[in-house]
């Protein structure tokens, strides 16, 4: 029976050779790691499970704003949202002026434009504004009711 070949020992030195002989490698794994983590780190507005939407449409005091295309808008939507395109939202924010001191829940497809709403509201001087985390896409997965 033979025994294991000897290992060397692992040294700064080995692991620089290691480094450059695999440089495209070690980059590909740098490059990748970075942007799976880029999206973690860049920060996004208050977010809301589909419970917590729940919670807060039942509490009441709230306006809910659907800024999908008036076509997904059709499809399906939370009963009692208003509905705003997010391409229309800048010249429309106005009409939700009387629901400043309300909370404010933001809903899209997945999740994607509500971020762009949220700044735009936010920067219109709203100061309770969330958003429904995974969009109208993650109120559907929970086989929470719609309407057309």
């Known amino acids: 029976m033979r025994g294991l070949p000897c290992l060397k020992p692992l040294t700064i030195g080995t692991c620089v050779k290691f480094i450059l002989d695999n440089i495209l490698l070690v980059s590909i794994v740098i490059l990748s790691g970075g942007a799976l983590l880029i999206p973690a780190l860049i920060p996004r507005g208050k977010r809301a499970s ?3 939407v729940t919670q807060l449409l039942n509490r ?11 076509e997904e808008f059709a499809a ?8 705003i395109p997010l391409a229309d939202l800048t010249s429309r924010i ?3 002026d009387k629901f400043k001191d309300k909370t404010v829940i933001v809903v899209c497809q997945t999740g994607a434009r509500s971020d762009k709403a949220m700044n ?5 001087g709203f100061t309770d504004v969330v958003a429904l985390d ?9 086989n929470l009711p719609t309407v057309k």
């Open 76 to 83: 399906g939507h939370l009963r009692d949202a208003k509905h």
């Open 50 to 52: 589909t419970l917590e």
């Open 134 to 142: 995974g969009g109208i896409a993650a109120w559907q997965a929970a």
């Open 60 to 70: 009441g005091k709230n306006v809910l704003v659907d800024v999908r295309t008036t």
């Open 120 to 124: 735009l509201l936010k920067a219109a």
């Open 94 to 96: 106005g009409e939700l």
